[in-house]
Nanobody
Framework: QVQLVESGGGLVQAGGSLRLSCAAS????????MGWYRQAPGKQRESVAI???????NYADSVRGRFTISRDGAKNTVYLQMNSLKPEDTAVYYC???????WGQGTQVTVSS
């Protein structure tokens, strides 16, 4: 089992920045890729960004060029730097490990116009 704890959400004005963190513990040797998803009110959960253990990244078209995913292997932590935030980025953001199907508890990001 892998446990994930997110932090760093909050309220920010449009154009601002936030940095999310996700710390993994437990069976971390089973972790290859780690990713971020988000779910806005009334919408389905969607993939935002993913990073492999080798550092390969992939982004949703809606965030490419504004968000950056990174990983600190020594700390078993993945980050999501979010710049130029828009009101449509408002959602609960979840950390995810595909190999184990593990999800974090989510952290709220609210972007005001």
């Amino acid at each position: 089992q892998v446990q994930l704890v997110e932090s760093g959400g909050g309220l920010v004005q449009a154009g601002g920045s936030l940095r999310l963190s996700c710390a993994a513990s437990g069976s971390i040797r089973s972790i290859n890729a780690m990713g971020w998803y988000r779910q806005a009110p009334g919408k389905q959960r969607e993939s935002v960004a993913i990073i492999t253990s080798g550092g390969t990244t992939n982004y949703a078209d809606s965030v490419r060029g504004r968000f950056t995913i990174s990983r600190d292997g020594a700390k078993n932590t993945v980050y999501l730097q979010m710049n130029s935030l828009k009101p449509e980025d408002t959602a609960v953001y979840y950390c995810y490990v595909p190999a184990t199907g593990s999800w974090g508890q989510g952290t709220q990001v609210t972007v005001s116009s």
